[in-house]
């Protein structure tokens, strides 16, 4: 069984930087499109970024020329790399993976929250 494990959440200040991980254990020999949502209270859950076995990216405009999507294969992992943050960056952020039929894996989260 395929399970996406997060790590690297926290509390820092606004300006500062976060990198987060997101790694796929359990019997995998490809993995397709990944990437990362957030959920900040009373919100919707947004796609904060993407990236294909490709690696090619794409991100929301909110986070744009600020985040840092990328992926390592071999490791099974992807990465968002998190700068300039900002108060409104305050959310819980899910690692997905694409599955058969477009359908979504989802990690267990990982909080983030920016101090202003």
């Known amino acids: 069984q395929v399970q996406l494990v997060e790590s690297g959440g926290g509390l820092v200040q606004a300006g500062g930087s976060l990198r987060l991980s997101c790694l796929a254990t359990?019997?995998?020999?490809?993995?397709?499109?990944m990437g990362w949502y957030r959920q900040a209270p009373g919100k919707q859950r947004e796609l904060v970024a993407g990236i294909t076995k490709a690696s090619n990216a794409n991100y929301a405009d909110s986070v744009k020329g600020r985040f840092t999507i990328s992926r390592d294969n071999a490791k099974k992992t992807v990465y968002l790399q998190m700068s300039s943050l900002k108060p409104e960056d305050t959310a819980v952020y899910y690692c997905?993976?694409?599955?058969?039929?477009?359908?979504?894996?989802w990690g267990q989260g990982t909080q983030v929250t920016v101090s202003s």
């Open positions: 359990g019997s995998i020999f490809f993995l397709n499109t």
């Open positions: 997905y993976r694409e599955i058969v039929g477009n359908e979504k894996q």
